[in-house]
């Protein structure tokens, strides 16, 4: 099982940015499939970005131009670099990984964009 620990969240006013990092335990890190997904109260866990082993990305439709994921092979982990940050950012940021049939999920980071 892949142990994935998020860091970075916090408060920040609208139009800020944040970087998020994920690290994950294990061996295998180069052949996982990394995401970002985000939660907002009373909303469903939606896909932010994914970046392949390959280093092909996919993003939604609302953080295009505003969201970058990046991987650091060398060190287990993950990026989300958040720019132009809006209210309706808020969430929960949860970290993914996916290799093969193993999925694992890390405890989540809290994201509040506020004035």
């Known amino acids: 099982q892949v142990q994935l620990v998020e860091s970075g969240g916090g408060l920040v006013q609208p139009g800020g940015s944040l970087r998020l990092s994920c690290a994950a335990s294990?061996?295998?890190?180069?052949?996982?499939?990394m995401s970002w997904y985000r939660q907002a109260p009373g909303k469903q866990r939606e896909l932010v970005a994914a970046?392949?082993?390959?280093?092909?990305?996919n993003y939604a439709n609302s953080v295009k131009g505003r969201f970058t994921i990046s991987r650091d092979n060398a060190k287990n982990t993950v990026y989300l670099q958040m720019n132009s940050l809006k209210p309706e950012d808020t969430a929960v940021y949860y970290c993914?990984?996916?290799?093969?049939?193993?999925?694992?999920w890390g405890q989540g980071t809290q994201v509040t964009v506020s004035s």
């Open positions: 970046i392949t082993s390959g280093g092909s990305t």
């Open positions: 993914n990984s996916v290799y093969g049939v193993f999925i694992s």
């Open positions: 294990g061996s295998g890190f180069r052949g996982y499939v």
